[in-house]
T-cell receptor, first 114, second 111 residues
Framework: ETGVTQTPRHLVMGMTNKKSLKCEQHLGHNAMYWYKQSAKKPLELMFVYNFKEQTENNSVPSRFSPECPNSSHLFLHLHTLQPEDSALYLC?????????????FGPGTRLLVL | GQQLNQSPQSMFIQEGEDVSMNCTSS?????WLWYKQDPGEGPVLLIALYKAGELTSNGRLTAQFGITRKDSFLNISASIPSDVGIYFCAGETSGTYKYIFGTGTRLKVLA
Protein backbone atom coordinates (compact mmCIF):
# COMPACT_ATOMS: atom_id res chain seq x y z
CA GLU A 1 0.00 0.00 0.00
CA THR A 2 1.75 3.15 -1.21
CA GLY A 3 -0.94 5.68 -0.27
CA VAL A 4 -2.05 6.10 -3.88
CA THR A 5 -5.20 4.28 -5.00
CA GLN A 6 -6.58 3.85 -8.49
CA THR A 7 -9.94 2.68 -9.77
CA PRO A 8 -10.91 0.70 -11.66
CA ARG A 9 -8.04 -1.78 -11.67
CA HIS A 10 -9.14 -3.23 -14.99
CA LEU A 11 -11.20 -1.70 -17.79
CA VAL A 12 -12.34 -2.97 -21.17
CA MET A 13 -13.91 -0.46 -23.48
CA GLY A 14 -14.95 -0.09 -27.09
CA MET A 15 -13.63 2.66 -29.29
CA THR A 16 -16.86 4.63 -29.03
CA ASN A 17 -17.16 4.44 -25.25
CA LYS A 18 -16.47 7.16 -22.72
CA LYS A 19 -14.93 6.17 -19.41
CA SER A 20 -12.93 7.76 -16.61
CA LEU A 21 -10.00 6.60 -14.53
CA LYS A 22 -9.73 7.82 -10.96
CA CYS A 23 -6.71 8.34 -8.74
CA GLU A 24 -6.62 9.38 -5.10
CA GLN A 25 -3.58 10.04 -2.97
CA HIS A 26 -3.59 9.97 0.84
CA LEU A 27 -0.06 11.29 1.31
CA GLY A 28 -0.75 15.01 1.50
CA HIS A 29 1.22 15.60 -1.70
CA ASN A 30 0.72 18.62 -3.94
CA ALA A 31 1.63 17.16 -7.33
CA MET A 32 0.02 14.34 -9.29
CA TYR A 33 0.96 12.59 -12.51
CA TRP A 34 -0.46 10.30 -15.17
CA TYR A 35 1.85 7.82 -16.88
CA LYS A 36 1.25 5.28 -19.62
CA GLN A 37 3.09 1.96 -19.48
CA SER A 38 3.13 -0.14 -22.63
CA ALA A 39 4.86 -3.45 -23.07
CA LYS A 40 8.63 -3.20 -23.57
CA LYS A 41 8.62 0.60 -23.45
CA PRO A 42 9.71 2.98 -20.70
CA LEU A 43 7.05 4.69 -18.67
CA GLU A 44 5.71 7.65 -20.60
CA LEU A 45 4.77 10.79 -18.71
CA MET A 46 1.40 12.09 -19.90
CA PHE A 47 0.28 14.88 -17.59
CA VAL A 48 1.54 16.71 -14.52
CA TYR A 49 -0.57 18.67 -12.06
CA ASN A 50 1.07 20.96 -9.54
CA PHE A 51 -1.23 22.47 -6.91
CA LYS A 52 -4.22 21.48 -9.11
CA GLU A 53 -2.83 23.34 -12.12
CA GLN A 54 -1.78 21.42 -15.19
CA THR A 55 1.87 22.17 -15.77
CA GLU A 56 2.72 19.53 -18.34
CA ASN A 57 0.96 17.96 -21.28
CA ASN A 58 3.44 15.69 -22.95
CA SER A 59 1.93 15.84 -26.45
CA VAL A 60 -0.93 13.60 -25.42
CA PRO A 61 -3.83 13.18 -27.90
CA SER A 62 -7.00 15.07 -27.02
CA ARG A 63 -8.92 11.80 -26.60
CA PHE A 64 -7.25 11.77 -23.15
CA SER A 65 -8.55 14.54 -20.93
CA PRO A 66 -7.23 14.99 -17.38
CA GLU A 67 -9.02 16.66 -14.50
CA CYS A 68 -7.68 17.59 -11.09
CA PRO A 69 -10.45 18.98 -8.85
CA ASN A 70 -8.21 19.13 -5.77
CA SER A 71 -4.72 18.12 -4.76
CA SER A 72 -5.85 14.65 -3.64
CA HIS A 73 -7.82 13.55 -6.69
CA LEU A 74 -6.91 13.12 -10.32
CA PHE A 75 -9.04 11.83 -13.17
CA LEU A 76 -8.30 10.75 -16.70
CA HIS A 77 -11.33 10.97 -18.99
CA LEU A 78 -11.22 8.71 -22.02
CA HIS A 79 -13.22 8.96 -25.22
CA THR A 80 -12.97 7.50 -28.70
CA LEU A 81 -9.80 5.62 -27.84
CA GLN A 82 -7.83 3.45 -30.25
CA PRO A 83 -6.63 -0.12 -29.74
CA GLU A 84 -3.05 1.14 -29.45
CA ASP A 85 -4.12 3.02 -26.31
CA SER A 86 -4.37 -0.31 -24.50
CA ALA A 87 -1.82 -0.15 -21.69
CA LEU A 88 -1.35 0.14 -17.95
CA TYR A 89 -2.17 3.67 -16.81
CA LEU A 90 -0.34 4.67 -13.67
CA CYS A 91 -1.00 7.57 -11.36
CA UNK A 92 1.72 8.96 -9.12
CA UNK A 93 2.05 11.75 -6.58
CA UNK A 94 4.89 13.70 -5.01
CA UNK A 95 5.57 16.65 -2.74
CA UNK A 96 7.04 19.46 -4.80
CA UNK A 97 9.11 22.17 -3.24
CA UNK A 98 10.70 20.08 -0.51
CA UNK A 99 14.34 19.13 -0.12
CA UNK A 100 13.67 15.91 -1.95
CA UNK A 101 10.99 14.87 -4.37
CA UNK A 102 10.08 11.25 -4.78
CA UNK A 103 7.16 9.91 -6.75
CA UNK A 104 4.87 7.25 -5.33
CA PHE A 105 2.79 5.18 -7.71
CA GLY A 106 -0.65 3.67 -7.53
CA PRO A 107 -1.36 0.09 -8.65
CA GLY A 108 -2.49 1.18 -12.10
CA THR A 109 -5.52 0.62 -14.31
CA ARG A 110 -5.09 -2.05 -16.96
CA LEU A 111 -6.97 -0.73 -19.99
CA LEU A 112 -7.96 -2.77 -23.01
CA VAL A 113 -9.51 -1.00 -25.98
CA LEU A 114 -11.37 -3.23 -28.40
CA GLY B 1 15.78 13.60 -25.85
CA GLN B 2 17.13 12.13 -22.66
CA GLN B 3 17.36 8.37 -22.51
CA LEU B 4 18.23 5.89 -19.84
CA ASN B 5 19.93 2.65 -20.80
CA GLN B 6 19.18 -0.04 -18.28
CA SER B 7 20.97 -3.37 -18.26
CA PRO B 8 20.67 -6.20 -18.30
CA GLN B 9 17.22 -6.41 -19.85
CA SER B 10 16.55 -9.68 -18.10
CA MET B 11 18.36 -12.22 -15.99
CA PHE B 12 17.86 -15.63 -14.49
CA ILE B 13 19.70 -16.32 -11.28
CA GLN B 14 19.83 -19.02 -8.66
CA GLU B 15 18.37 -18.37 -5.23
CA GLY B 16 21.08 -17.09 -2.92
CA GLU B 17 23.09 -15.39 -5.65
CA ASP B 18 23.86 -11.68 -5.72
CA VAL B 19 22.41 -9.53 -8.51
CA SER B 20 23.69 -6.35 -10.09
CA MET B 21 21.99 -4.04 -12.55
CA ASN B 22 22.69 -0.52 -13.72
CA CYS B 23 21.40 2.51 -15.55
CA THR B 24 23.45 4.88 -17.64
CA SER B 25 22.65 8.11 -19.40
CA SER B 26 24.36 10.70 -21.53
CA UNK B 27 22.71 13.34 -19.34
CA UNK B 28 23.44 14.41 -15.79
CA UNK B 29 20.79 13.71 -13.18
CA UNK B 30 20.33 15.12 -9.71
CA UNK B 31 18.09 12.35 -8.42
CA TRP B 32 18.02 8.62 -9.04
CA LEU B 33 15.18 6.36 -7.97
CA TRP B 34 14.95 2.59 -8.10
CA TYR B 35 11.54 0.89 -8.27
CA LYS B 36 10.31 -2.68 -8.34
CA GLN B 37 7.14 -3.65 -10.18
CA ASP B 38 5.26 -6.89 -9.66
CA PRO B 39 2.87 -8.20 -12.32
CA GLY B 40 -0.38 -6.25 -12.40
CA GLU B 41 0.85 -3.68 -9.89
CA GLY B 42 2.37 -0.23 -9.99
CA PRO B 43 6.06 0.42 -9.32
CA VAL B 44 7.03 0.49 -5.65
CA LEU B 45 9.88 2.71 -4.57
CA LEU B 46 12.90 0.81 -3.26
CA ILE B 47 15.66 3.39 -2.88
CA ALA B 48 16.06 7.10 -3.57
CA LEU B 49 19.45 8.73 -4.17
CA TYR B 50 20.01 12.48 -4.06
CA LYS B 51 23.78 13.06 -4.04
CA ALA B 52 26.59 12.00 -6.34
CA GLY B 53 28.54 9.16 -4.76
CA GLU B 54 25.73 8.36 -2.31
CA LEU B 55 25.45 4.71 -1.30
CA THR B 56 22.15 3.70 0.28
CA SER B 57 20.87 0.37 1.52
CA ASN B 58 17.40 -0.99 2.09
CA GLY B 59 17.67 -4.47 3.58
CA ARG B 60 19.39 -6.68 1.03
CA LEU B 61 19.29 -3.92 -1.57
CA THR B 62 22.07 -1.41 -2.07
CA ALA B 63 22.07 1.37 -4.64
CA GLN B 64 24.70 3.90 -5.59
CA PHE B 65 24.53 7.29 -7.28
CA GLY B 66 27.43 7.33 -9.74
CA ILE B 67 30.10 9.94 -9.17
CA THR B 68 29.69 11.26 -12.72
CA ARG B 69 25.94 11.71 -12.04
CA LYS B 70 25.26 9.85 -15.27
CA ASP B 71 24.75 6.41 -13.84
CA SER B 72 23.38 4.41 -10.94
CA PHE B 73 23.68 0.83 -9.74
CA LEU B 74 21.42 -1.50 -7.81
CA ASN B 75 22.68 -4.63 -6.08
CA ILE B 76 20.57 -7.33 -4.47
CA SER B 77 22.38 -9.69 -2.15
CA ALA B 78 21.38 -13.30 -1.44
CA SER B 79 18.39 -13.25 -3.76
CA ILE B 80 15.16 -15.00 -2.79
CA PRO B 81 12.18 -16.08 -4.93
CA SER B 82 10.12 -12.99 -4.00
CA ASP B 83 12.75 -10.78 -5.61
CA VAL B 84 11.19 -11.76 -8.94
CA GLY B 85 9.85 -8.76 -10.81
CA ILE B 86 10.85 -5.86 -12.99
CA TYR B 87 13.27 -3.29 -11.61
CA PHE B 88 13.19 0.25 -12.99
CA CYS B 89 15.57 3.11 -12.58
CA ALA B 90 14.41 6.71 -12.94
CA GLY B 91 16.47 9.87 -13.17
CA GLU B 92 15.46 13.48 -12.70
CA THR B 93 17.12 16.74 -13.54
CA SER B 94 16.62 19.25 -10.77
CA GLY B 95 13.78 21.65 -11.31
CA THR B 96 12.17 19.73 -14.14
CA TYR B 97 10.01 17.43 -11.94
CA LYS B 98 10.13 15.04 -14.87
CA TYR B 99 11.53 11.61 -14.29
CA ILE B 100 12.98 9.63 -17.18
CA PHE B 101 12.51 5.89 -16.72
CA GLY B 102 14.67 3.02 -17.89
CA THR B 103 13.16 0.11 -19.80
CA GLY B 104 13.50 -2.19 -16.81
CA THR B 105 15.44 -5.28 -15.78
CA ARG B 106 13.30 -8.40 -15.51
CA LEU B 107 14.60 -10.62 -12.75
CA LYS B 108 13.74 -14.29 -12.42
CA VAL B 109 14.99 -16.28 -9.46
CA LEU B 110 15.28 -20.03 -9.68
CA ALA B 111 14.71 -21.79 -6.39
Amino acid sequence: ETGVTQTPRHLVMGMTNKKSLKCEQHLGHNAMYWYKQSAKKPLELMFVYNFKEQTENNSVPSRFSPECPNSSHLFLHLHTLQPEDSALYLCASSQKGGATETQYFGPGTRLLVL
Amino acid sequence: GQQLNQSPQSMFIQEGEDVSMNCTSSSIFNTWLWYKQDPGEGPVLLIALYKAGELTSNGRLTAQFGITRKDSFLNISASIPSDVGIYFCAGETSGTYKYIFGTGTRLKVLA
